[in-house]
């Protein structure tokens, strides 16, 4: 039923190498799909193609994997019929492999189509080419529109049905303009295998020209990252490139980029995701696309800054927020190179009801703009974990104001009509605000589960954990202690009369101590009660107050004290704590440290008990 384009293999074998040279589309079968797992990127299928007479090795580009996962009615599965709209033809390892970059399913036959031979072997029992261009030219005639659809415009319609008689035909020139051979590739079909590509991308972001100079020489860079529909990869050119290229790129239009060469990615300078990245050499080229809506805009990913807890310290995330507050440019010393670098912290907030820092740097924080809570998208910012958690805007990272994105007049219109109003809860870990820390729901247990899995007991190292429990008694004999105010030596200090504190191990004496929590308290859940000790941050979370203003209030106000003292009970808090085994006149006891106190947070709590509560069924 379905006619193949008998010839077509032989053709794409010995024609030339790269992109889509067919003038029409040809008509193939799939003897066979293999899938090829990899572990770094998207998995690849080989075919194996027939044009009734020959058979050989294909590869599917990978964004046409969904034509193939799938139960067995996917578009394409073994004995398919398939018109090849775009491919492309590389030589890897001395043998020619079609790759598959467009195609369209014609039918699902049961079984193979004639009997092919393999095409290396039937090009050495038929050395002299042309065996049946007749056949294949009758179904060009009727698939000719298809054909250089791929390619944009298709002016040079002449040089199309001219091509079909020589099989090493020309590259159709009028699917690119000046010069340029190649049709275009997505982004995510580069490899190093394809050497003749185009591709039609945004750039999203371009760096400042950076220099270096070693015993080796020195040298300029700059780069950019380029987005198309399939996805986003990094362009790197150096000195010479640096000169041609870098004043033709501007952020957030769309080029054709070809002639450039495609290396494993060095992830440590990306933050993106691609295995892949392009080195732009001597004689890229590149042009502005006529069509600037060609190419998608930049893709969000959007963490809710309430997550940014379960984003690991060093990873990229992509956040959406309004600037409550523009900081102010700050210089700060850079240790490793001693050079002054700009600074600027912006506190951002978003519905999740949580504030976060982000750091930006040098020409960015200088040329920041003063925002009244304006929305604010930040891409590719690095987590930090200084104080709970912050973000820092690197040389791959971009900010765009009010981003044509839903999320963003989501955003927008929340925080006007109820979202000002809100109070946020900081991920600053200084006093008065509650050190945010997420954390992992496996690792949270009850208490009963505490005591009885004799955790902290087993080796000499501490172990940790998680319990969400209230507070239920605080000591206050020893609240604090009188320490030494001199930094990082907190050792307790005696009394020698009213104004004279000892430290021995400063070997000095002060007018005054500072005062530091020594926190002992007991903490209940549903199952048991445990102790827990915690040191002056913890204090410092659960009253809001220094330990020197709570020593005061002691002294000249016990009835405030107090009331400090219970405000602070029955608050429930997610724990993480230290459990470490102490000997203790021949007895072995776990001491449980507190690590950090965060305040429960309703929503996302009550979601994980909702999950449990629907993994029981009941
Ligand atoms: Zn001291």
Known sequence: ?????????????????????????????????????????????????????????????TQLNHLVDGDENAPIRKHSVLRLVQVACNAVQGRRIIICLDVEAVAHPSTKIGTPEDVTKFIEHNP????????????ASTTTN????????????????????????????????????????????????????????????????????????????????????TGEIKATGFNEAVDNLYDVFEVGKVYYVSKARVNIAKKQFSNLSNEYEIAFERDTIVEL??????????????????????????????????????????????KATNKQIKKRELTIVDRSGYSVRVTLWGRAAETWKDTDNGVFAFKGAKVGDFGGRTLSMGGQSTIAEDPDVEAAHALRGWYDTEGHLNEFTSYNSSMATSGAVTFKKDEFKTLDEVINSGIGMQSEKPEYFATRATITFIKTDNLSYPACPTEKCNKKMTMEDESQWRCEKCNRTYEKPEYRY???????????????????????????????????????????????????LGTMYNFSVKAKADSFNDQVKVRYQLQKAAPVNWVEDAKVLAEQIQAMSV
């Open 128 to 139: 002299v080419a042309g065996g049946a261009p007749a056949q294949a030219a009758a179904v």
């Open 1 to 61: 039923m379905s006619d193949l384009t008998v010839g077509v293999i032989r053709e794409l074998y010995e024609g030339p190498e790269g992109a889509n040279t067919m003038p029409y589309a040809p008509v193939v079968q799939v003897l066979s799909i293999k899938k090829i797992v990899s572990p770094n990127g998207p998995d690849r299928h080989r075919l194996i193609l027939s044009d009734g007479q020959c058979f050989a090795q294909s590869m599917l580009a």
């Open 518 to 568: 020594i926190v002992s308290i007991a903490v209940n859940d549903f199952t048991n009660q445990i102790w827990l000790s915690g040191f002056n941050e913890m204090g410092l979370q659960l009253f809001g107050r220094t330990a020197n203003e709570m020593q005061q209030l002691r002294e000249e106000n016990e009835d405030e004290f107090s009331i400090v003292i219970n405000k602070a």
């Open 289 to 334: 696309c006529e069509d600037q809506d060609a190419a998608p805009q930049v893709k969000y990913n959007f963490v809710e800054l309430a997550s940014l807890g379960e984003c690991p310290k060093d990873s990229t995330v992509d956040v959406l927020g309004i600037v409550k507050d523009n900081g102010d440019l700050s210089e700060i010393t850079a």
């Open 146 to 229: 298809a054909s250089v659809g791929a390619g944009r415009g298709g002016s040079n319609a002449s040089s199309t049905t001219a091509a079909k008689n020589v099989p090493a035909a020309k590259p159709a020139a009028g699917a690119r303009r000046n010069g340029s051979e190649s049709v275009i590739y997505p982004i995510e079909g580069l490899s190093p295998y394809q050497n003749k590509w185009t591709i039609k991308a945004r750039v999203t972001v371009k760096s400042d020209v950076r220099h270096w100079s070693n015993q080796r020489g020195d040298g300029k860079l700059f780069s950019v990252n380029l987005l198309d529909e």
